[in-house]
């Protein structure tokens, strides 16, 4: 079993998929599911016992009390794919808590410390290579903000930099016990892998893991305030100066005083909105919360994507705390909090004991930085991230229950119900993350093709990709909308009209499927209720261009040129300079100006006449600077009393 945990550990970043759009979440899930099947069917085989005392342990009935709310929440809002595979991460972090203390109470946790190592120095060397492999063609970029975004792509085999910034966090103190406790090879081997470590952290900057690391510094520091040397101090002044040399050499010093600098206008940030949207989703459903995986739903309704921010679908609040306690309700919230406050009381009280065993202040300071990246970031949906978590609760809390109790109260259960509970609760988390990777695989598939404007291929593969447990894809787009879409491509309109229905009613508040339900209402001649639809988004996102224009268009086809023209203008629309000369857009706003002048030119007196035409020459020559002096116009006046034909004749 020591080596089944240690493969396990060491080999979680290799694990990856590029069948998938995420190429690490849905697989590594997966081999969880896999890894706790057999740690359980070990543990069933060899008839370890479970202690009672042990399913008594707060911390697993904290996570108890979030399953339970979150499955009470599902009944409440309605149980489907999303809260099910939410439900199923919840369970898988309660299996492996328990699976791993139950083995730490007859076994040695630092086993796990060399995996760990392992672990850290792979994912350390995959970055190294990527960042080599790339050095030359990035610093070749002239324009800093560019070079800066090429170098924030390299993220090893953790999805982004942040999530690679924080898992490296994680095995922080493990590194260091290895170099105190090995022998000489091991012990370079962490010298090594600190380095490294350190070097990618500086590289990343990652505001939240940078922070986590000056607060970990400061609670070590105070466990150690007795016995804080000069030599302590010099170190760490020169580590000081040798990140500042390596951020140097890639030009990256303005980037981290940039990212420095961003928190002092933390209010006009998207993340403050973004927390702002999540608190009021809370209060509104202060209670059981919206249902598990339904907060990337819901959201839309607290104006979190109005005035053009649609265009970047956050999937989750960047707050674990505030994530849990909008889909489970505030208990659930504060349980998940409550767990890190009784770990790091751990921690301090069996340090406090024997200061002799320093893994113990390291991990009281490392869970006092990596609560703060809870509160800023999004390690809860990551496989990585909940294992360790899981590993150094499980080593806090076997290392409590010898504390306080005897070897005689270890086993004292071995419960048959137990066991085919704990066994039905595998099978079922591993059904679901391996549907899960199949509907990931198959919608990937499916994007592909969409791009290739293979309709046909889009269609089968949707449909593939749709089953009990996946029906969204990461973006909370539902996969039958990729089948609407490929229908309407194909002018099968009734088959699309049917696919995006159901499409809103799975996500009534994601715009794009209500627009391309509400366009398909209109093709099929039901105006009225795309309309109806349309203001449905403008609810949600008052600015997104795409419902606007269509909007705009049944309005022009009714000849209701007015409200056409100041429902176009109403779209957040990018800069001229970056829009397409034949940006639908400009073209439309052209068209409604020209249908307009076309239906009222013979009232209207020759000089003005000669004014519109001079007016619409100009569009038709310089189309988005002329729709952006427009807009300016429009925007200056009183838009709700807007007199179309004095604002055109008068136009200059």
């Not at 101090?233 to 010093?253: H, P, Q, S």
């Not at 890190?340 to 065993?357: G, P």
């Not at 150094?392 to 119900?417: A, G, M, P, T, Y």
């Not at 795309?530 to 086809?557: G, H, P, Q, V």
Request: hydrophobic fraction near 45%; aromatic fraction near 16%; glycine fraction near 2%.
């Amino acid at each position: 079993m020591k080596k089944y945990i240690q493969f396990f550990l060491a080999s979680l970043p290799l694990i990856i998929s590029f069948k998938t759009s995420d190429p690490v979440l849905s697989i590594r899930y997966v081999y969880l599911s896999i890894f706790i099947l057999g740690f359980f069917l070990f543990t069933a085989y060899k008839k370890v016992s479970i202690s009672f005392l042990l399913i008594k342990n707060p911390i697993i009935i904290l996570i108890l009390v979030i399953i339970f709310f979150s499955t009470i929440s599902s009944l409440i809002n309605g149980v489907g794919a999303e809260s099910i595979f939410s439900l199923a991460r919840l369970i898988s972090i309660l299996l492996l808590t328990i699976l791993f203390t139950n083995y730490f109470l007859e076994n040695n946790y630092e086993i796990v410390i060399k995996p760990i190592v392992i672990f850290s120095l792979l994912i350390s060397l995959i970055y190294l290579f990527q960042f080599i492999v790339n050095y030359e063609r990035i610093m070749l970029i002239d324009i800093d903000w560019k070079r800066n975004l090429e170098f924030d792509k390299i993220a090893s085999t953790m999805a982004n930099k942040n999530l690679l910034s924080s898992i490296l966090f994680l095995t922080m103190p493990f590194n260091i016990i290895l170099f105190k406790k090995e022998k000489i090879i091991w012990k370079l081997v962490s010298i090594f892998s600190i380095f490294l470590l350190f070097a990618i952290l500086l590289q990343t900057q990652t505001k939240a893991v940078i922070i986590a690391i000056l607060l970990s510094i400061a609670s070590y520091f105070f466990t150690q305030r007795d016995s804080i040397k000069l030599k302590y101090i010099l170190i760490f002044i020169l580590g000081l100066l040798v990140c500042y040399l390596i951020v140097k050499k890639t030009n990256r010093i303005d980037k981290l005083y940039n990212e420095i600098s961003s928190l002092k206008n933390f209010e006009d940030s998207d993340r403050f909105k973004l927390y702002k949207s999540t608190i009021n989703l809370i209060s509104d459903n202060i209670l059981f919360g919206v249902g598990p995986g339904n907060w990337k739903i819901d959201i839309w309704k607290y104006g979190l994507y109005n005035n053009g921010n649609a265009k970047i679908i956050a999937q989750r609040p960047h707050n674990d705390i505030l994530w849990i306690a909008s889909e489970t309700g505030i208990l659930g919230g504060l349980s998940y909090l409550l767990i890190f406050i009784i770990l790091i009381k751990y921690a301090y009280d069996l340090y406090a004991k024997n200061k002799s065993k320093k893994i113990f202040a390291f991990i009281f300071s490392l869970l006092i930085g990596y609560l703060f990246i809870s509160l800023v970031d999004f390690p809860f949906e990551r496989v990585a991230h909940n294992t360790f978590l899981c590993l150094i609760s499980s080593i806090l809390i076997s290392s409590k229950f010898k504390d306080v109790h005897n070897s005689n109260e270890k086993k004292i259960l071995n419960n048959n119900f137990l066991l085919i509970l704990l066994a039905i609760l595998t099978i079922f988390t591993t059904i679901v993350h391996i549907n899960r990777f199949i509907g990931e695989i198959n919608i990937t598939k499916a994007i592909f093709f969409k791009n290739k404007k293979n309709w046909k291929k889009v269609i089968e593969y949707s449909k593939e990709s749709n089953n009990i447990f996946y029906n969204m894809d990461n973006t909370s787009v539902p996969v039958k909308w990729y089948t609407g879409l490929a229908y309407y491509n194909l002018k099968k309109y009734n088959s699309a009209l049917k696919y995006f229905k159901d499409s809103y009613e799975l996500n009534p508040y994601n715009s794009s499927v209500l627009n391309n339900y509400a366009t398909t209402l209109e093709v099929i001649g039901n105006s009225n209720r795309a309309k109806e639809i349309y203001n449905e988004i403008f609810e949600i996102d008052s600015t997104f261009k795409d419902a606007r224009i269509n909007f705009s268009a049944i309005l022009y086809n009714e000849k209701n040129y007015t409200e056409a023209f100041k429902s176009i203008l109403k779209s957040n629309v990018d800069p001229y300079w970056s829009r397409k000369n034949n940006d639908i857009y400009d073209i439309y706003l052209r068209n409604i100006i020209h249908a307009w002048y076309l239906e009222e030119k013979n009232d209207i007196g020759a000089y003005k006449r000669f004014k519109v035409e001079e007016l619409l020459i100009k569009h038709e020559k310089n189309p988005k600077i002329m729709s952006d002096k427009i807009r300016k116009s429009f925007f200056e006046k009183n838009k709700s009393e807007l007199n179309l034909k004095d604002f055109i004749i008068n136009f200059e």
